[in-house]
Every structure is written in structure tokens, then in C-alpha cells.
């Protein structure tokens, strides 16, 4: 009750428009994007606190250091130990069977500069637990925000980041000069192999 009536207020004062779509029923992988100022932590936090989403997002170690770790286990972080990036997966699974009903929000593509490309975690999360991805998204053209569709991946990278893409196409983050393109690596690999032998184009053959 206390969280609506903050996003209610943030809303009310705030410059951006909450526009969405139904909050999933189900545990979701949330991406937020285009992800390219801190500001949009709050805004996240104003839209699932004025939809009644539980969410989670993942954050590393150093964060939950010390008088931190309430405060930010409070707004739904769950620490993240980089040298067992599996137990992700595991935890997330157990709070599904648990019966939890949250949004695990991801940002692949960051706000660091000379990044290229998008992060594949959030895929990967997807295919390996069964849960479907819903597109969380600011628009600074028009100032609005909000949660947009939610998707069932099919295990078909490039046709799962087609749909992805079509959705961002006409999205601008806040500082949009460090926005990137909705593109993955592996995409890009798996261009680079040839269709017949799979070998990746321009490796050198085995002897």
C-alpha cells in the first residue's frame, strides 16, 4: 500500500507518462530498455510499484556490502556471484516453484560506453526456466514508460530478438547517444557460419 502511494505521488509530479500493458500474471524475465541512465532504476521502480509487480534484479556482490545489503535486498536485488553465474539460473527456478509471482528485471544493454551489443543472459534465463519475457521500455520522444508486450521465446535466437527488435525500433532512452540496437553476439556468430559444415566463414579448415 505504502509502494502505490509513492509511485502514485512520483506519478503525479513526475514529467513521464506510465503507459502499459497489463502486468504479466506469471513470473517474467523483465528486460528494461533502452537502459542508458541511472535514472531509469526509478522509473522501474514507479511503474512496479504502481502495477503491484514484485520484482527482483540482479546485482553484483559489492553492492550488498555492509549497511547496503538491507536496502537493496528490500528493493528486490538479488547479489550475484560472477564466479558461479549458474546459480542464477537454480535461484530463479526455486522462487518459481516456490509459487512466486515476481519480474526479474534485466538491462543486456547496460549504460557503459563502447558497448556494441546486448548482453544474452535475459535469453538464456528465458529458454532455461520456462519464463516468457516481457518488454519493459522509457521513451524519451515522448515521455512515456511502461511495461509493452509480454513474449513466449521460442529457443530461435534471431527470431525471438526480431520480435524484440520491431518493439525497441522506435523507443529513445533517456541519454539516447549511448543507445545500441537490440543485437547479440551470438547472432553475429552464428551468421558467420557456413550454412552447409557450420564452420564458422573464414576460419581455416582443419587439416
Not at 2 to 16: K, N
Not at 123 to 129: D, K, L
Amino acid at each position: 500500500m505504502i509502494r502505490r502511494l509513492i509511485a502514485h505521488a512520483f506519478w503525479t509530479v513526475s514529467r513521464w507518462k506510465l503507459v502499459t500493458e497489463p502486468a504479466p500474471k506469471r513470473p517474467t524475465v523483465l528486460v528494461g530498455a533502452p537502459h542508458t541512465s541511472n535514472w531509469d532504476f526509478v522509473l522501474m521502480l514507479a511503474i512496479a510499484w504502481s502495477l503491484g509487480v514484485e520484482v527482483h534484479w540482479l546485482g553484483k556482490h559489492s553492492l550488498f556490502a555492509g549497511w547496503r545489503g538491507p536496502i537493496m535486498r528490500g528493493l528486490g536485488g538479488i547479489p550475484v556471484d560472477r564466479s558461479d553465474p549458474g546459480r542464477i539460473v537454480t535461484e530463479v527456478v526455486a522462487r518459481v516453484r516456490a509459487g512466486e509471482v515476481f519480474g526479474l528485471v534485466v538491462t543486456p544493454d547496460g549504460t557503459r560506453s563502447g558497448h556494441t551489443h546486448w548482453k544474452s543472459g535475459f535469453h538464456r534465463i528465458a529458454v532455461q526456466t520456462g519464463m516468457p519475457v516481457t518488454l519493459g521500455y522509457v521513451d524519451s520522444l515522448t515521455r512515456t514508460t511502461g511495461l509493452g508486450p509480454t513474449l513466449e521465446m521460442t529457443g530461435d535466437l534471431t527470431e525471438d530478438m526480431d520480435r524484440i527488435r520491431e518493439f525497441y525500433a522506435d523507443k529513445r532512452g533517456i541519454r539516447p547517444q549511448m543507445q545500441i540496437t537490440p543485437r547479440l553476439r551470438e547472432e553475429d556468430a552464428a551468421c558467420d557460419e557456413d550454412p552447409e559444415t557450420g564452420d564458422r566463414n573464414g576460419d581455416p579448415e582443419p587439416n
